[in-house]
């Protein structure tokens, strides 16, 4: 089922993907589907999420996966196919600029204010082309983006609001598009430039290994993905995050077999398999490795700890203890009134 949500008073009267560039218009999107397929086609600047499961994007050889825990952005007119295939229904919501709003939204904040007077459709001078990848949730952009889709959950959005508020989140966007330049400069290349297409590069690779949960990736294919030949993308690679494509390609495989073996029922054997290891002895030597228990060990330490928690939390408390417990109120009242000024240091920090 598919909603839409628009920023700005407008009437949809063309028959294409109402996620083309064509539309002129900002909006909202959520679509809920567990099995669902959109062919390559071209799309305005916008932000995906996904939420009670994943979405995958097929993007120029590249691909992404979005979750739970993540946001992806894509440009104006950049092409790209889609899908989610699922045991369970999965919600892609995703927030969607006209053209030339983000030009708009910089020109507001780069412009002097006597420019803006005489000339309040202002445009800036160049076009805001952001990093396209998977971003993890942060401070600045999700606040923006979760309260944009509650809303839409309960039906409570207005055209007035949400076009406020694409304001703000393209605003916020820009902020965190600028503070990624933190980290293109620990690249070791001489020209900023150069400095900002590997970075591009090496993320679309790091975005590629994210999605492929379920095989191994060979180091000429993940550099292909990044157009780049595999020492100089192995050596790149490893200067921006710290560890090479193959170490963060297993680590992050094992980190997945560990959330699947305490939140499903899956056998061992077939998470093992799923995620690409080559036999289960060398997953649970890997994951041993890492996690120092065995997967089986690990779930069943998991579900202990579990079960042990459930009880603490079930436990009616004691006659001895719901006896004590006025005598313990109380001491911590008095104690309360007598250092009063306590309270004085926390309304001075609030303030």
């Given at each position: 089922m598919l909603k839409l949500h628009f920023a700005e008073?407008?009437?949809?009267?063309?028959?294409?993907?109402?996620?083309?560039?064509?539309?002129?218009?900002?909006?909202?999107s959520q679509l809920t589907s567990s099995n669902v397929t959109f062919a390559e086609h071209d799309g305005p600047l916008g932000i995906k999420c996904c939420f009670q499961g994943e979405e995958i994007y097929e993007v120029e050889g590249g691909r992404f996966a979005v979750d739970n825990?993540?946001?992806?952005?894509?440009?104006q007119g950049q092409r790209?196919?889609?899908?989610i295939h699922s045991r369970e229904t999965v919600e892609s919501?995703?927030?969607?600029?006209?053209?030339?709003?983000a030009e708009q939204v910089l020109g507001s904040l780069c412009t002097p204010e006597d420019r803006l007077l005489a000339d309040p459709a202002l445009l800036s001078k160049q076009p805001v082309l952001f990093v396209e990848r998977v971003y993890p949730h942060d401070?600045?952009?999700?606040?923006?983006?979760?309260?944009?889709?509650?809303?839409?959950?309960?039906?409570?959005?207005?055209?007035?609001?949400?076009?406020?508020?694409?304001h703000l989140l393209l605003q916020r966007l820009l902020q965190a598009h600028r503070n990624i330049y933190r980290e293109v400069e620990r690249l070791p290349a001489i020209r900023q430039a150069t400095r900002l297409e590997l970075y591009r590069r090496l993320h679309r690779a790091k975005d590629y290994l994210d999605?492929?949960?379920?095989?191994?990736?060979?180091?000429?294919?993940?550099a292909n993905v990044a157009s780049l030949s595999p020492h100089h993308f192995l050596r790149q690679f490893r200067a921006l995050f710290h560890e090479t494509p193959h170490q963060y390609h297993r680590r992050k495989r094992l980190?997945?077999?560990?959330?699947?073996?305490?939140?499903?029922?899956?056998?061992?054997t077939e998470i093992c398999f799923s995620l690409g290891f080559e036999s289960l002895g060398s997953f649970s030597w890997l994951f041993h490795q890492y996690f120092g228990l065995s997967p089986r060990q690990y779930r069943a330490e998991h579900a202990r700890h579990a079960r042990i928690l459930k009880l603490a939390v079930e436990e009616?408390?004691?006659?001895?203890?719901?006896?004590?417990?006025?005598?313990?109120?109380?001491?911590?009242?008095?104690?309360?009134?007598?250092?009063?000024?306590c309270y004085e240091d926390v309304g001075k920090i609030g303030a």
């Amino acid at each position: 089922m598919l909603k839409l949500h628009f920023a700005e008073k407008c009437s949809l009267s063309y028959n294409g993907c109402p996620m083309s560039s064509a539309v002129q218009y900002s909006f909202v999107s959520q679509l809920t589907s567990s099995n669902v397929t959109f062919a390559e086609h071209d799309g305005p600047l916008g932000i995906k999420c996904c939420f009670q499961g994943e979405e995958i994007y097929e993007v120029e050889g590249g691909r992404f996966a979005v979750d739970n825990s993540s946001y992806l952005v894509l440009n104006q007119g950049q092409r790209y196919a889609s899908s989610i295939h699922s045991r369970e229904t999965v919600e892609s919501f995703c927030c969607w600029f006209r053209p030339t709003f983000a030009e708009q939204v910089l020109g507001s904040l780069c412009t002097p204010e006597d420019r803006l007077l005489a000339d309040p459709a202002l445009l800036s001078k160049q076009p805001v082309l952001f990093v396209e990848r998977v971003y993890p949730h942060d401070a600045l952009v999700s606040p923006l983006l979760l309260r944009i889709h509650k809303a839409a959950q309960h039906g409570t959005i207005s055209q007035p609001w949400l076009e406020e508020q694409f304001h703000l989140l393209l605003q916020r966007l820009l902020q965190a598009h600028r503070n990624i330049y933190r980290e293109v400069e620990r690249l070791p290349a001489i020209r900023q430039a150069t400095r900002l297409e590997l970075y591009r590069r090496l993320h679309r690779a790091k975005d590629y290994l994210d999605a492929s949960w379920e095989t191994p990736v060979t180091l000429a294919e993940v550099a292909n993905v990044a157009s780049l030949s595999p020492h100089h993308f192995l050596r790149q690679f490893r200067a921006l995050f710290h560890e090479t494509p193959h170490q963060y390609h297993r680590r992050k495989r094992l980190g997945r077999a560990r959330h699947l073996l305490v939140t499903t029922e899956q056998p061992v054997t077939e998470i093992c398999f799923s995620l690409g290891f080559e036999s289960l002895g060398s997953f649970s030597w890997l994951f041993h490795q890492y996690f120092g228990l065995s997967p089986r060990q690990y779930r069943a330490e998991h579900a202990r700890h579990a079960r042990i928690l459930k009880l603490a939390v079930e436990e009616p408390i004691g006659a001895s203890e719901a006896n004590a417990a006025p005598h313990a109120d109380a001491s911590a009242d008095s104690g309360a009134r007598g250092d009063s000024n306590c309270y004085e240091d926390v309304g001075k920090i609030g303030a």
